[in-house]
């Protein structure tokens, strides 16, 4: 440190000046030094707070798309969950089509059918009593049998013991199978799954036409209708006599003619009527069915290219077919019974068997369209398939005149032609129309089968006992 002796001294002034100002300017640098690492210190701070303040924005933003993305997701996944349990439930626990319909709410309130039990034994005994039993008591009780008019007429003991029964009986035995006709569509793969939701559309449709209010009210009021309508219609002499008053030239009718009037005719007409509507409903299923784009396959074993089984709806219909023949033969037993030759009616029952088979096939023609492209395709595509083969198979085997010998039908290509060839005949031999021969004949058979009775009623019982006993001897 210079003394005081010194800084008197100029050059040591001098010297304590310039060191000062070393000392000072370096004291200013390190200064301005350490601001300046100060200052960058600040800024580096301060771009840090906005780095972490962007990628606090950004993680944000990241996470608020992230959670609606996985919202969107969530939401995509619960509507798909919902459109498979909505299928699946349709599929599985809920595949009734046809059941209920007019008169089930009636049946209901009168303790008939309960959930999960049609009890169709039951309502059918009920249904003969309650449509017959009372006919036979006034008939009696009023002194009618005088003129024997109730026993011969077998048109009156028919429909009301044979026909009513069975239109009741066919809940059981017809609805189910329809419902398996149904059903079988989806289950069988013909329908797309762009088409799925179209299907249980006309699932829910069906449903809810059948079961209508205003079709039941409707069903009804027709049946009275058309009674009404009947027995003003026909002449005293075409009414039957216990059904009339004695002693009046008007159709007055008697206690047994007011009880079929206003019970037994409107049941009987009444379940034909919803019956109708339930193959009205039925025709329209198979024409919505006949508007979706369904897969069909030429080759496939049926030879309807996979629609073969809504031929067996023929089946389904047997029932049916039973209760319209026994109608038909009530009317044609009484006739014969009052001396028309049996003769005169073979015209008819040929007429009436051949209407019957095809009301109940006539919708299988809305696939007629579905089933030609697919027999174009099929005659097109697998055609040129057996070409392409059969010119292979020609230039292998046949392009030089080597001899064969008795190992090359053992060869695979032999075998490979053989079944090929078989795949493209069954495109070929395509029907054009889901016809079940085997349904069909037994249709028609249930349709005949109430005649059998009436045909006997035309020979002597007599010639019926000699003629079985020959079968024996």
């Not at 029932?319 to 003769?343: D, K, Q, W």
């Not at 395509?430 to 021969?437: A, E, I, R």
Request: aromatic share 12%.
């Amino acid at each position: 440190m210079a003394t005081r002796d010194d800084m008197r001294n100029p050059m040591n002034r001098k010297y304590c000046w310039e060191g000062n100002l070393d000392s000072s300017a370096t004291i200013n640098m390190s200064t301005t030094g350490l601001t300046l690492r100060g200052l960058n210190l600040l800024n580096f701070i301060n771009a840090g707070k906005k780095n972490i303040a962007t990628l606090a924005l950004m993680s944000a933003r990241s996470d608020s798309d992230r959670s609606r993305s996985d919202q969107v997701q969530h939401n995509e996944q619960l509507d798909t969950g919902n459109s498979n349990e909505f299928k699946s439930e349709h599929a599985a626990s809920d595949r009734t089509v046809f059941d209920g319909g007019p008169l089930y709410r009636i049946q209901s309130l009168l303790g008939l059918i309960s959930p999960g039990r049609s009890n169709v034994v039951r309502r059918a005994l009920l249904a003969m009593v309650v449509c017959w039993l009372p006919l036979a008591i006034l008939y009696f009780i009023t002194g009618h049998d005088t003129d024997k008019t109730f026993l011969p007429d077998f048109g009156a003991h028919v429909r009301y013991l044979a026909v009513v029964p069975l239109f009741i009986i066919a809940d059981g035995v017809c609805v189910p199978r329809m419902n398996a006709l149904a059903f079988n569509f989806l289950d069988a793969g013909l329908i797309a799954d762009a088409d799925q939701a179209r299907f249980f559309s006309v699932i829910t449709s069906t449903r809810r036409l059948l079961n209508a209010v205003w079709a039941e009210i409707a069903v009804i009021v027709i049946a009275y209708l058309v009674v009404a309508f009947a027995f003003h219609s026909l002449s005293a002499k075409a009414i039957p006599a216990w059904l009339l008053a004695e002693n009046t030239a008007t159709t007055t009718p008697s206690p047994a003619g007011w009880w079929g009037l206003l019970v037994s005719m409107p049941i009987l007409v009444a379940l034909q009527l919803a019956w109708l509507w339930r193959f009205c409903l039925w025709t329209r299923f198979v024409w919505a069915m006949s508007r979706l784009n369904l897969r069909l396959v030429p080759m496939h074993p049926d030879g309807a290219g996979g629609l073969r089984f809504i031929g067996y709806s023929s089946q389904a219909f047997t029932v049916l077919a039973t209760a319209l023949g026994a109608l038909a033969a009530g009317r044609v037993a009484s006739e014969i019974y009052a001396g028309a030759p049996v003769t005169s009616y073979h015209i008819f029952v040929i007429i009436f068997t051949v209407g019957v088979v095809v009301f109940f096939n006539a919708p299988l023609l809305f696939f007629l369209n579905h089933l030609v492209k697919a027999w174009r395709r099929g005659t097109l595509e697998y055609g040129a398939l057996a070409d392409k083969f059969g010119i292979q198979f020609e230039r292998k085997w046949f392009a030089h005149d080597a001899p064969l010998d008795e190992t090359v039908l053992e060869r695979p290509d032999f075998s490979s032609a053989t079944d090929l060839f078989q795949v493209v005949d069954r495109a070929y031999a395509m029907w054009l129309l889901p016809l079940h021969p085997k349904s069909i004949i037994m249709l028609a058979v249930a349709t005949l089968l109430p005649f059998l009775p009436v045909a006997l009623m035309a020979a002597p019982f007599e010639v019926i006992v000699n003629k079985l006993t020959g079968l024996l001897f």
